[in-house]
């Protein structure tokens, strides 16, 4: 009740003071299970894409924007609550297993899940080697990815801090990719690889980005 409230009021008021140029929103089924996997900018990606998807969008979240203490922990629960972030702790093997659980669990059940194949955030604007992890989801749940691409949202809040300013950006979701091909070979690493390739290469075309063959350094601020 609390994400449709956010929806409809936070997000057509955000829609209305942004505007942000949305393209290809009919590649997003209207229902069943569905990935968006996105290249990832700023902070505020993660409120701009269930902005102006018309479905309910989930995200995993640090665990910690949950833990707070006092009026502001309760704040930033509901905040983070209303976007439909789950949250997830992070830096260890079950961690990780933990959070691909929750990512099929909401596939699983018909549901829409977003997911940032880099890792973190891009802090120089270029877009970097997507992780498998992406892959393994899409396998384990036969769920179409749709690839988005995000442009501008970094001028909006740069680098996470200070409050969002009004900046041109554009949200464009591609065709949804089908890897039923692969059906049945869910535990390879090369399969891994190559799915989470194709999927970035899709973004890449969405953004135009320039593209580096390597991991993105995880900051702590991410």
Request: a positive charge; aromatic letters at 8%; proline letters at 6%.
């Amino acid at each position: 009740m609390l994400y449709w409230f956010m929806k409809r009021v936070a997000g057509r008021l955000g829609q209305a003071v942004y505007r942000p140029n949305v393209e290809g929103l009919e590649n997003i089924p209207a229902t069943g299970p569905v990935m968006l996997a996105s290249n990832h900018l700023a902070f505020v990606d993660s409120i701009v894409i269930p902005m102006v998807v018309p479905r309910r969008v989930n995200f995993l979240a640090k665990a910690e924007y949950f833990e707070g203490k006092g009026v502001k922990g309760a704040l930033m629960r509901g905040f983070f609550g209303g976007l439909g972030h789950i949250p997830v702790q992070r830096g260890s093997g079950r961690a990780a297993r933990a959070a691909l659980d929750t990512a099929e669990e909401v596939l699983n059940n018909g549901g829409a899940f977003a997911i940032y194949p880099e890792g973190t955030r891009s802090l120089d604007g270029r877009l970097y080697r997507g992780h498998a992890g992406v892959a393994r989801i899409a396998l384990a749940t036969g769920a179409p990815v749709v690839p988005v691409g995000l442009i501008g949202t970094d001028k909006v809040q740069k680098n996470g801090k200070g409050m969002p300013r009004i900046r041109p950006m554009t949200v464009r979701f591609g065709k949804p990719l089908d890897f039923s091909r692969y059906e049945g070979m869910g535990e390879s690493t090369m399969i891994h690889r190559a799915v989470t390739d194709e999927i970035m290469y899709a973004i890449l075309e969405l953004t135009g980005q320039e593209y580096v063959d390597s991991y993105r350094p995880h900051p702590k601020a991410a």
